[in-house]
């Protein structure tokens, strides 16, 4: 099934790959009603009114679980948090069976984060409700890549043309997939820079420039996308030391002062500051990063609406409560 129009979004957002820039640009559009919103006194339209969405977390989340939850509330749906810690997955329950018991509930939506990847491909495939990938294992987050993109727009006007380095631990990453993918379909030029240990292997074939050098990553692009040192998923190795690593890669006020230009700095959080980026730059005038964090609540916002079979042309019109 897809969404009408829109090529690349069916029932469910899974990942980027293969959706469209037309379909990327249109979602970016249909979130840009929705960003007054957040700053309204009464901070809610009637849109989703009598939807039931779960948020369904499987590992730890700060910035996507609630920023699901504000749009979610925001847009007037009913919204239920699960945690593994706090259900019967501990007791052995498979994910499916969690999912089956929450449908015999009759909910509409479930946004997923979990720690394998096509955890969330998996669910879709097995239940009606619609889904949203929350970030799934090293696969894809592609509500991230999509804030990240419409904070790019906001800051530099557009995206496509634009040079993108996804700076740090790639290898790990589902935020640099998700980015790989949308960046390239919107018409940027996207590279990517880090140790070798954690850059795969073969990524030149999705379109991307690697830069082993920190520094000729500077002085190519407008934006640097930042990402933390993922140690949780490494096995020892990948790098000699943190100390080491911010020595080598580390995005500093010192680097920066070199660039041709006024480099746009972006991170997904959470920061390890100190080890992948300093704190004056994650503080400077230079960074998006707060940015992103309120866009997200306007991205998702727009993807809660469209899979519920909202029309973009008819956002504007439900930003005023109007069905
Ligand atoms: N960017 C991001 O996914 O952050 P959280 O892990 O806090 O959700």
């Keep these: ?3 009408m129009n829109m090529p690349g979004l069916g029932k469910d957002l899974i990942g980027l790959e293969g959706v469209p820039g037309e379909t990327i640009q249109a979602i970016l559009d249909t979130a840009e009603p929705f960003k007054e919103i957040s700053e309204r006194k009464i901070k ?68 997923i984060r979990h720690g394998s990847s096509g955890a969330a491909q998996f669910l879709a495939d097995r239940i009606p409700s619609n889904v949203i990938n929350g970030g799934d294992g090293q696969h894809e987050h592609p509500t991230q890549a999509l804030l990240d993109m419409l904070t790019l727009r906001d800051r530099l006007g557009r995206v496509e043309g634009l040079k993108v380095c996804i700076v740090g631990d790639i290898v790990h990453s589902r935020v640099a997939r998700s980015n790989i993918f949308g960046l390239r379909a919107m018409g940027a030029e996207v590279a990517v820079c880090g140790p070798r240990s954690l850059i795969p292997l073969g990524i030149e074939d999705l379109g991307v420039t690697v830069f082993p050098h920190i520094e000729d990553a500077i002085e190519w692009a407008d934006a640097l996308n930042v990402l933390r040192l993922q140690l949780e998923r490494m096995n020892a190795g990948f790098i000699p030391s943190l100390r080491e690593y911010n020595r080598v890669f580390g995005v500093s ?61 008819l956002a504007e019109d439900a930003k005023r409560g109007q069905p």
């Design 44 to 111: 809610k339209v009637p849109v989703l009114r009598g939807k039931t969405i779960v948020n369904l977390f499987f590992e730890p989340s700060t910035r996507t679980r609630i920023s699901f939850e504000f749009a979610e509330k925001r847009l007037g749906a009913d919204t239920v948090n699960i945690s593994s810690s706090g259900s019967s997955v501990t007791k052995g329950e498979t994910l499916v069976d969690t999912a089956r018991n929450l449908e015999a509930m009759r909910i509409d939506m479930v946004v």
């Design 1 to 3: 099934m897809t969404h």
């Design 253 to 313: 006020r010192a680097r920066l002062e070199r660039a041709p230009r006024e480099t746009v700095i972006l991170h997904p959080g959470p920061m390890n500051r100190g080890v992948e980026i300093d704190s004056d730059v994650a503080d400077g005038p230079q960074s998006v990063i707060l940015r992103q964090v309120t866009n997200g609540v306007a991205v998702r916002m727009a993807v809660l609406y469209l899979l519920a079979g909202g029309r973009p042309e």
